[in-house]
């Protein structure tokens, strides 16, 4: 078994259902601290949701570049044990196939990282390129005490970032398929529109606040917010839940909830689609609040070195030419785009991620942690 997924199965092996860790980040600092590294602990959070993170360092020649491996150690609930075909925290093998929580998203991405580390510093020795590593228990979470607060931190001390990959699983056919080389921005609203309850045979005392808000919502989904660029599709604005009424038939409720989430491109911001959706409910005379919420920013690594390098070597370990892809949701390359001007994310195949019997093909690792490793080399010139 070679050490890429050896150390895999040690990470699948540990519990780490967000936001708990499992001693994975404890592990991980180990090795890296082997060869150099100075590991920090950022923990953050109450202690009833502590979250764990990690930011080491290693200094190459004066003046390098500083490329940062970004992932997350914290997994999804499992849902039904009774429905997984092995225990989802005991790394099983099945028909080439590597099982358990965590093994496409993303311990192996962990595991590959930290070995091509390993083995490039062992060859090169005294790198001009200073390497990092940000990891976080708190990606599946709510995202408020990992990378985010490590970013935070990192930008009150003015520390360089050059490059990041992050590790998601962003693969889909083979190993190599896809490289992220942004993300939409999301933006979710919370809005409540006020009405008059009312007895439902005297409407003409009450003010049904789903009758006025139809006219709206028809407005809303029909709206063009941007016709996005070559890198993002158009801005989309969806309803996730909407309620009102008392839970009685006779009943004409006097309050709509609905919950609605933009994905936004680059040709849009956050401020701009908030202004021109308050403006349709203003002409449509709604007496409405909302509670907006900022989920990230739209971000965009143009080609450059990072995108060359990366894709030069996913071309000269797997054969594959990689597409250049924004879609999909949010990752923590949002909170690190705000400091990182090239940021990209790669991984393996992610048809299984979050899924009961998740997996990662055994063939897939070592390949993986060589493409990694090969990105070191290119943005290193050794």
Same mark, same amino acid.
């Given at each position: 078994?070679n ?6 199965e040690?990470?699948i092996g540990r519990?780490s259902?967000t936001p ?5 980040l404890?592990?991980?600092?180990? +090795? ?6 100075v590991c920090?602990r950022l923990d953050?959070?109450?202690a009833?949701f502590?979250?764990?993170n990690?930011?080491?360092? +290693?200094?190459?020649t004066?003046g390098s570049?500083?490329?940062v491996f970004?992932?997350h ?5 499992t849902g ?5 075909t ?7 093998h099945?028909?080439?196939q590597l099982y358990?929580? /965590?093994?496409?998203?993303m311990?192996?991405?962990l595991a590959a990282m930290v070995?091509a580390?390993e ?6 020795p005294?790198?001009?390129?200073s390497? @990092?590593?940000?990891?976080t228990?708190d990606?599946e979470g709510?995202?408020k005490?990992?990378t985010l607060?490590?970013?935070?931190q990192?930008?009150q001390r003015?520390?360089r970032?050059d490059?990041?990959i992050?590790?998601e699983?962003t693969s889909?056919?083979r190993l190599?398929?896809?490289i992220?080389?942004? +993300?939409r ?7 409540r529109i006020?009405g008059?309850q009312?007895? #439902?045979a005297?409407?003409?005392l @009450?003010r049904?606040?789903t009758?006025?808000?139809a006219?709206a ?10 016709r996005?660029? @070559? ?7 969806q309803?996730?839940?909407i309620h009102?009424?008392t ?6 409720p006097?309050q709509?909830?609905?919950?609605f989430n933009?994905?936004?491109s680059t040709?849009?911001?956050s ?5 021109r959706l ?6 449509h005379?709604?007496q409405?609040?909302i509670?907006?919420t900022?989920?990230?920013e739209p ?7 990072l995108?060359q390098a990366?894709?030069d070597? #996913?071309?000269a370990h797997?054969g594959a030419?990689?597409?250049l892809s924004?879609?999909g949701?949010t990752?923590d390359?949002?909170?690190i785009? +705000? ?5 990209v994310?790669f991984?393996?195949?992610n048809?299984? #991620? ?8 055994v063939a897939?690792?070592?390949p993986?942690?060589?493409?990694y490793?090969g ?5 290193? /010139?050794?």
């Amino acid at each position: 078994m070679n050490d890429t997924l050896e150390l895999t199965e040690d990470l699948i092996g540990r519990a780490s259902v967000t936001p708990e860790d499992g001693g994975c980040l404890q592990l991980l600092g180990q +090795r890296l601290a082997r060869i150099g590294f100075v590991c920090e602990r950022l923990d953050s959070g109450p202690a009833d949701f502590r979250v764990s993170n990690l930011w080491a360092r +290693r200094a190459g020649t004066s003046g390098s570049h500083t490329l940062v491996f970004a992932g997350h150690t914290d997994v999804v609930p499992t849902g039904p044990l009774e429905n997984w075909t092995s225990a989802p925290f005991v790394p099983s093998h099945r028909g080439g196939q590597l099982y358990g929580r /965590g093994a496409a998203d993303m311990k192996t991405s962990l595991a590959a990282m930290v070995v091509a580390t390993e083995e490039f510093l062992q060859q090169h020795p005294e790198p001009a390129l200073s390497i @990092a590593f940000l990891l976080t228990s708190d990606e599946e979470g709510p995202s408020k005490d990992g990378t985010l607060v490590v970013v935070e931190q990192l930008a009150q001390r003015g520390e360089r970032l050059d490059y990041c990959i992050v590790g998601e699983p962003t693969s889909v056919e083979r190993l190599g398929d896809m490289i992220k080389n942004g +993300r939409r921005g999301t933006l979710s609203g919370k809005l409540r529109i006020h009405g008059v309850q009312g007895h #439902i045979a005297y409407p003409q005392l @009450a003010r049904n606040p789903t009758h006025l808000f139809a006219p709206a919502l028809a407005e809303l989904c029909a709206t063009e917010w941007d016709r996005g660029n @070559a890198h993002f599709p158009a801005t989309s604005w969806q309803v996730s839940n909407i309620h009102a009424g008392t839970g009685a038939g006779n009943v004409i409720p006097g309050q709509l909830v609905v919950d609605f989430n933009f994905r936004f491109s680059t040709e849009s911001t956050s401020d701009a689609l908030k202004a021109r959706l308050e403006a349709l409910l203003q002409r449509h005379g709604l007496q409405y609040s909302i509670d907006w919420t900022l989920g990230g920013e739209p971000f965009l690594t143009p080609a450059g070195a990072l995108v060359q390098a990366m894709s030069d070597s #996913i071309a000269a370990h797997t054969g594959a030419k990689p597409q250049l892809s924004t879609t999909g949701g949010t990752s923590d390359g949002r909170f690190i785009a +705000r400091i990182c001007p090239q940021v990209v994310e790669f991984g393996p195949i992610n048809a299984s #991620i979050h899924k009961i019997d998740e997996h990662v093909a055994v063939a897939d690792i070592e390949p993986l942690k060589n493409i990694y490793k090969g990105v070191l080399e290119r943005l290193a /010139g050794a």
